[in-house]
Every structure is written in structure tokens, then in C-alpha cells.
């Protein structure tokens, strides 16, 4: 179960470990990961920053670095994440996505339950200047092919191997499961030892008025739509 801080508001987690995350309330339509940061790490931003998400992260991860960002329960047990931790986690990820050769502009859907993993991924996205594409993880097999197509999605994070599997003839360039990204994470050690400004060189190339993410209606009355968000509009929700 993911709890907000300041409300009673709850989204129910599907599998995996639940997350106990740092957020604000938002509307249910939207992703919580996006706003996952510290709200005081906009106010106190100088306002000629730029007001793009990952701005936001670095600021937070900036203010924050040796505090708890979460509280992961798995296994029975609770275990603290710090931003020091998160922020590691999200600069090896997003070094491993250059790698791989995702860049600006470029989607990257997300068909997965929610859990840590999905929210640290979705912020090293944001990081590249890439765009978030998630599906439902009750998706049929029709609507995952549409929003993969209707996204121009360069690549897919699944759940496992069996979301792997539902993709066919759909599947993008890139089509990973949570299980791969230790590996994502190693290739993304070895770009930031030859590149170490990459990731700093693409946050800072973003602009607020770029696209963030796209979130996909559920589909019930036709095909999935889509509602185009900016890093601005998330930067003003946090």
C-alpha cells in the first residue's frame, strides 16, 4: 500500500513490496511518482530555475540526501530508503537509459504494478528529458499495442516476464522487466566513468514547456487517451 504524508488518501498496490513514499495528494487519475519530491524543494527553488521535474529532484535530493525519501516493507519487515540512496539509485538508471541510447523526447512506457522500482525508473526518465507511456497493468493485449503505438513508445518496463510476454508483434526496441535492472544499473555505472556530465548535461537541456508524461484513459468507452502533461504542470502540482 502507497500512503500519502498529509492526507488519508491510499492507492492500493497490486503485487510486489508495498512503499510508504514522501507525497502530497494528488488527484487518483495521475501518477504518484512524478510528485514524489519534498514540496518545500519548489518553494524554495530561486525562481529563474527552471521548473522541470528533474530540476525538482536534484533540489530535493540536494536538501535532503542523508534523510529517508521511503519506507519499503518487505518480507514483513520495514527498511528506510534515504534520497542519498534514491538519488543513486535514479542517477545509475537514467546513465543506463542514455546507454541505451534513449534520449530527449523519446517514450518509454512503464506496464507495471506500483512500487518503488516504477517510481525511481519514471524519475530517471524525467532526468533524460524522456517521456513516461504507463499502461494499466490490467490493460488488454489491444490496448497495451495502442498506447506502445500511439506513444511511439522506443521501450517498455514490465512487470515480468509474463506482462513480457502479452507484447508480441508490439514490442518496441527496448523492452526490459524489473528483473533487468540490476544490469540497467551496471551499464549505467560504466556510461557515468566515460560520461559523467551526461545525465547533468540532459537535465539541464530540458525545458519546462517539454513534455513529461502521457497518461492513458483506461480505455472502457474506446481506444486509451491521451492527456499530455508537461514538466510545468507537474512542477506546479508538487
Request: hydrophobic share 45%; proline share 7%; aromatic share 8%.
Amino acid at each position: 500500500m502507497i500512503r500519502s504524508r498529509s492526507s488519508a488518501y491510499r492507492l492500493p498496490s497490486l503485487e510486489g513490496p508495498s512503499v510508504f513514499a514522501l507525497l502530497y495528494p494528488i488527484p487518483p487519475p495521475l501518477r504518484f511518482a512524478a510528485v514524489a519530491v519534498q514540496a518545500e524543494a519548489a518553494l524554495e527553488a530561486p525562481l529563474a530555475a527552471p521548473r522541470t521535474i528533474a530540476r525538482l529532484w536534484q533540489d530535493a535530493v540536494a536538501r535532503r540526501s542523508e534523510h529517508p525519501a521511503y519506507l519499503i516493507e518487505d518480507g514483513g519487515t520495514w527498511r528506510e530508503v534515504s534520497w542519498d540512496e534514491a538519488a543513486r539509485t535514479v542517477d545509475e538508471l537514467a546513465h543506463g537509459l542514455l546507454a541505451l541510447g534513449i534520449r530527449k523526447g523519446d517514450a518509454f512506457s512503464i506496464f507495471a504494478s506500483t512500487r518503488l522500482e516504477w517510481a525511481l525508473f519514471d524519475f530517471a526518465l524525467g532526468l533524460v528529458g524522456a517521456v513516461g507511456a504507463p499502461i494499466y497493468m490490467n490493460s488488454s493485449p489491444a490496448d497495451v499495442a495502442y498506447v506502445l503505438e500511439h506513444s511511439d513508445a522506443v521501450g517498455i518496463l514490465c512487470e515480468n516476464e509474463e506482462q513480457r510476454a502479452t507484447l508480441g508483434d508490439a514490442s518496441p526496441r527496448h523492452v526490459l522487466t524489473f528483473g533487468d535492472l540490476d544490469e540497467l544499473r551496471r551499464r549505467g555505472r560504466e556510461h557515468a566513468r566515460e560520461h559523467p556530465r551526461a545525465v547533468d548535461e540532459a537535465a539541464a537541456a530540458i525545458d519546462p514547456e517539454d513534455l513529461f508524461t502521457y497518461i492513458y484513459t483506461s480505455g472502457t468507452t474506446g481506444p486509451p487517451k491521451a492527456c499530455m502533461i508537461r514538466h510545468r504542470n507537474y512542477y506546479a502540482m508538487a
